[in-house]
């Protein structure tokens, strides 16, 4: 049994804790701001108050609480209250007697049988305002009087206009009774008041570095909400200030309208409701708002400041009216618990300007609105740690997918890469094919047909010739051989195999060779080291230029060398024959050869007369590709 009743607690969701919790609270609220006599002591209702500022005025008895702005005209200025002292209390030395104020101001001094027992900022310059805390006024022993209807007590209140002036009324009797009366008023408009203005500061400074971070409005709305909310609860149970009272009645009044209106705009986007009235009523609030209560700063009008909190009162209401309405039962948990607590919370603020401003039947003492903000705001902070919470799931549930996509698509690349790469590879296996398979046709294949017909059309063969043939063939074979050398564009190297392939030919047609070759910079072909098919186009420049030589030149002496210019590889080859010389044709098809085999490999050639001889000028690109002179 207890079991299955622990099981449906457990189902009972928090919103609904929350209200059960709630309801039992404004119960509480009903009945300890009961209006109830102190035990012990006499509650004065009635006083007899003169206007010291209108000398022609004559006393007048009021009900107690007297407020000055309900007068017409609003009274200002001092006023004397004489307090009838209860006829069955007298002095007693064991137990001293107290007066207690729960309202008064906004200066006062108290005076028993003509003598001055206590006072209140009386003679503080600037703005002071007393009625905003609570007042336990020890009365002496020795100044009180045997009979009961000698004493006299007398109340001077100096009022300000716009502050609810006037008097409350105060219980008289002993001090032991009061005090726990005095405590309780004292926690409840001063503690408990910096209690929620610290809360709702530190909520402010939370939503702010939450809005920072991720820039969302609602967290910008919930700032600004709080920051207006603390500086309403720092000014309110300040005495003195330290600053002109405009400013004070204003800032105190327009904190609490931008604190409605920002948290009226939180709830709305925090149900993710489209723009509707009630929103643009609450714009036009935020607009309005400080035009009004400049005015009312000005015209030190009291009731145009009541007809404004009506409105922050029916706005609160329609507000929460229509988002309940509007959503019904298609919320969340969290958003059910922001209309459970704003709900409580607008009852709150309902309740104190009813008893407060309009004085209805209540203790105007004991306000709801503080405990009632400062559960709003712990409900707040609660759903903020939710909607945190449930954002840092999701970016975890979305790292997580975001991780497991990165590694499919990873390993979907690192297959098509592969596939890429031998694509790739294959392409350059082909290429390297047809290109071995046409230098062997165009040279060794040449040759060997060359050799071939010789052999078939002669009806005798030379050895001699065929071994020349031959070994013409053989030396294009080991030609294309070295052009596969993994030689990454090391000109010295690749001059040095070039080398063994035409030192015999120079030495038997008597051509001494010079060889002045040094170390030079890579050479490069479009930023890459020079492969195996740039070799052979070096080769076959050069195997034409010595080709010439041997063939026209007539030289004795040819010189290779090769140096560094500009970060560049140089080479040169030169020769002491005939030079360029009348016949020269620049177009020839040997050197348009030369010329675009050079171009291949990013490289420009220029034919020089040397007096006496040729030289033939190579200068290649390195790292930039260089253009055919």
Known sequence: MIA???SALGR???????????????????????????PGTFTIEQAEVVLESRPGLPPKMV????????????????????????????????????????RIGARFRVLLNGKLVAQEHWDTPGYVDTSVVPHLVTLPAELLRPGAGDNRLVIEVRGKLLRKSGLAPPSIGPREAMTARFERVHWWQVSATWMVAACSALLAIMSGL??????????????????????????????????????????HKLSFTMYCGFLYLFLWDLFDFRQGVARRIVVALLWVGPFWLGLVTLTENYNLYRAWTAVLVGV???????????????????????????????????????????????????????????????????????????????????????????????????????????????????????????????GLGSQLVQTLNVVRTTGRTDPVVVAGMLNHALEELRMTLDSLEPLEGDLPAILGTLRRRIAPALEAAGIELEWQVEEVPPVTVHGKGME?????????????????????????????????????AMLSVTDNGKGLGEGFRDGGRGLNNIRLRAAEIGATVRFEDARPGTRVHFRFAGNRPAAVD
Not at 80 to 89: A, G, H, I, N, V
Not at 220 to 234: E, Q
Not at 371 to 394: A, C, D, H, K, N
Not at 399 to 422: C, H, I
Request: contains cysteine.
């Open 316 to 442: 609160a209401t329609l507000t929460m009216t229509m988002m309940f309405m509007r959503a019904r039962w298609g919320l969340d948990g969290n958003q059910r618990l922001m209309v459970v607590v704003g709900m409580v919370t607008v009852i709150t603020g309902l309740r104190d300007f009813l008893v407060v401003q309009l004085n209805f039947p209540g203790d105007g003492d004991l306000r709801w609105m503080t405990p009632g903000s400062l559960v709003f705001m712990l409900t707040l902070g609660w759903v903020l740690v939710q909607r945190t919470s449930s954002y840092l799931q999701q970016i975890g549930s979305l790292n997580q997918d975001l991780e497991q996509r990165v590694l499919e698509k990873e390993s979907e690349l690192r297959g098509a890469f592969e596939l890429l790469r031998d694509a790739e590879r294959r392409q350059v296996l082909e290429e390297e094919r047809k290109r071995l398979t046409r230098d062997m046709h165009d």
């Open 532 to 568: 195996s098919r740039g070799v052979m186009h070096l080769f076959r420049c050069l195997q034409e230029v010595f080709a010439n030589i041997l063939k026209h030149a007539g030289a004795s002496r040819v010189a290779v060398r090769t140096w560094e210019e500009d970060g560049r």
């Open 210 to 251: 939450m809005w920072r971070q991720g820039r969302e409005r609602v967290f910008a709305l919930l700032a600004g909400a709080s920051v207006a909310w603390s500086v309403r609860l720092v000014l309110t149970p300040a005495v003195n200030p330290h600053m002109p009272f405009e400013l004070w009645f204003y800032l």
């Open 12 to 38: 009972v969701q928090a919103w609904a804790w929350v209200a059960a919790a709630l309801a039992v609270i404004l119960v509480w609220l009903v009945i300890v701001s009961q209006p109830q006599p102190i």
């Open 4 to 6: 299955r009743l622990l």
């Open 63 to 102: 009900n107690l609480p007297h407020i000055w702005d309900d007068e017409r005209p609003q009274w200002e200025g001092d006023a004397l209250y004489s307090l009838r002292w209860p006829e069955t209390l007298a002095a007693d030395p064991a137990h001293p007697l107290a007066l207690y104020l729960p």
